[in-house]
């Protein structure tokens, strides 16, 4: 009997070794966006040379040993200014400098910069905004595909699960 144990007890100890866990977001206390401090930020820098944005904000993250994350988005976005504004909740900002470097990258109208996520692989006009790339720098490579587009209803999401959505992706 005991050795019919071994095996799955051995599994689940792999399993939640701290080498393969995921950080953990720290507690949010705005429950809900209307929670945010007002005005919510205007994040874009609609004048930012975005290729060269991109490739120091890589170089630093592969530096740091962190991951990159790429924030595609307006400042006519809604979505787009509840996000920068959890972003900057001061229980939060300091997880996010932890573990990532963080660009933000204007598309205007959807026609601006639209070869940031082509160089990732995203052909075509983006489903949405905001749109969060997080990179392995070292590999240049996108690691959340099937997910680049979670956050575009930000305003409908409570501050606490999207804080949980961005440690998925912490290196």
């Known amino acids: 009997m005991i050795k019919s144990l071994a095996y799955p007890l051995f599994a689940v100890a792999l399993l939640a070794s701290p080498a393969t ?3 953990q977001a720290p507690r949010i206390s705005a429950a809900t966006v209307n929670d945010l401090p007002q005005p ?24 740091e040993h ?29 997880f996010l400098d932890r573990h990532f470097v963080i660009v933000k990258v204007d598309i205007g109208r959807y026609d601006k910069n639209g070869d940031i996520a082509g160089h990732y692989g995203i052909a075509g ?4 905004v ?4 997080a990179v392995d720098p070292v590999r240049d490579r996108l690691l959340n595909r099937d997910k680049l587009f979670a956050l575009a209803d930000a ?17």
């Open 21 to 23: 866990a995921v950080p």
């Open 40 to 63: 919510l930020p205007f994040p874009y820098d609609e004048q930012a040379d975005a290729q060269a944005a991109v490739a120091k904000a890589r170089a630093q993250a592969k530096r």
């Open 66 to 94: 962190k991951r990159l994350l790429i924030d595609l988005g307006g400042n006519w976005c809604l979505d787009c200014r509840v996000l920068a504004g959890i972003m900057e909740l001061p229980e939060l900002q300091p």
């Open 125 to 128: 006009r983006l489903d949405g």
């Open 130 to 133: 905001p749109a969060l790339l």
């Open 155 to 171: 305003r409908h999401m409570t501050p606490q699960g999207l804080a949980d959505w961005l440690a998925q992706w912490a290196a």
